[in-house]
């Protein structure tokens, strides 16, 4: 075979050189646009912005809609060193993760703005999996990396399913360090210790399967509980905004007044739960869950149906306020702070990957951790690695892999 030989540029004249210069700007071209496109990991790509982050003024950045009316301006942080401080954890139901952060209509905020930066680098994982269900197993394992027997156990009363193995916020307790859980529709609002629900709906939308801190002994003394099981209006204060008394209605801001006030008091370890309808697991409009047409979901046109008759969508709703109300909040920005936003599980039955992401100055941008993750054993590990409380490892979580994956700091 003949070889080939291609002219150098120097041989050829001004007026051939100049197809071929054009050809190679093109080329080059294509490959750098291929690249950028595939520089994030599977799940969701944002074409030119790097995974650390870039600094943005307010002023370049504008401001985009809520899905709640307010709006929100980005303040996406470049690479910064320290340490995670403070976590905050927001707990929302039972959804696929390939049902969620794939551009779901029902997940407008979720997948428009959230996975965009809209609150600060933010790192997700496409194979977070706890292969457990109902809700309760999912959320003692989040104390104690495994279940303690409760596996396909929704309905198990504190006084009868006493805990007494080692946990994460026992671990917590014993270093000194603070943590608080905040409960929506917290019944006795702080002033009792509500262990048991009846079986009834008279605590609805509340549900104490969402409280596992319910559930260990030693969190059960009156005590230990009333100081750290708390109506949800106080996360306000110690976010730094005006003191609220109550509860703010349902459907509106999460903290009626949005005034800074303080520097915040929040503790190390923020335990946020929704209630209910916020969380996506019942319908408002369904009594079965407390619900009532009175409790509709505001019509919404970001939503299938303007938002009625969808959990997903007051999931999503619940997110496009709670989220900016935590990132933009003093406490948030003074504490070298990462916020969890985390499904307790798959759909019902479902042995799939939820959702987990982390919003945090400290988080690899627009990042995808491809990771296969040991649920919850990963989540305590990773807690206990960030409060520096390791010895002993909680049940699962010295086998299981950190989330070290998703910051651009160590963990401890």
């Known amino acids: 075979m003949k070889k080939l030989s291609l002219p150098s540029l120097s041989s050829l004249s001004s007026s051939n050189r100049k197809p071929l210069l054009i050809f190679a700007v093109l080329v080059f071209a294509v490959l750098g646009a291929y690249a950028l496109s595939h520089s994030h990991a599977a799940g969701f790509s944002v074409s030119g912005e790097p995974e650390t982050g870039a600094v943005v003024s307010p002023a370049a950045t504008g401001s985009d809609t809520l899905a709640s009316g307010g709006s929100y301006v980005q303040f996406k942080q470049a690479t910064v060193a320290g340490k995670i401080k403070t976590v905050f954890v927001v707990n929302v139901e039972n959804r696929n993760w390939s049902d969620v952060g794939f551009g779901s209509p029902e997940w407008p905020y979720l997948n428009k703005q959230l996975l965009k930066g809209s609150a600060g680098n933010i790192a997700w994982a496409t194979n977070f999996n706890t292969g457990l269900h109902p809700s309760l197993p999912n959320y003692i394992s989040m104390e104690a990396a495994n279940p303690e027997g409760l596996n396909g156990n929704g309905d198990a009363m504190p006084d009868n399913y006493p805990i007494t193995a080692p946990h994460l916020t026992q671990s917590l307790n014993n270093a000194g360090l603070s943590w608080r859980y905040f409960g929506e529709n917290l019944p006795g609002q702080g002033t ?39 109506p949800f209006q106080e996360v306000c204060a110690a976010l730094g905004y005006t003191a ?105 039955g479902s042995v799939a990957p939820s959702g987990m992401m982390v919003v945090s100055p400290f988080a690899k941008n627009m990042y995808a951790s491809p990771i296969a993750y040991q649920g919850w054993g990963s989540y305590v590990r990773s807690m206990q690695e960030i409060f520096g409380v390791t010895t002993p490892w909680i049940g699962n979580a010295g086998a299981s892999t950190d989330f070290s994956d998703f910051f651009t700091v160590p963990l401890q």
Request: charged share 10%.
């Open 192 to 230: 009792s210790c509500f262990m048991n629900d009846g079986g009834t709906n008279a605590r609805k939308p509340y549900s104490l399967d969402h409280n596992p801190f319910a559930y260990f002994t030693d969190i059960q003394v009156t005590s230990t509980c009333l100081a750290h099981i708390r």
């Open 244 to 348: 609220q008394s109550s509860q703010s209605a349902q459907w509106s801001a999460p903290c009626s007044n949005m005034t800074a006030a303080s520097a915040g008091t929040p503790s190390r370890y923020n335990f946020i739960v929704p209630n209910d309808w916020d969380q996506g697991e019942h319908l408002s409009t369904d009594p079965a869950g407390g619900g009532s047409a009175a409790m509709a979901m505001p019509s919404n046109s970001a939503y299938p149906n303007n938002g009625q008759g969808c959990g997903a969508c007051q999931s999503d709703f619940y997110l496009s306020q709670i989220v900016p109300t935590i990132v933009n909040s003093p406490a948030y920005k003074n504490g070298s702070s990462a916020l969890f936003v985390m499904f307790d599980e798959a759909d019902e």
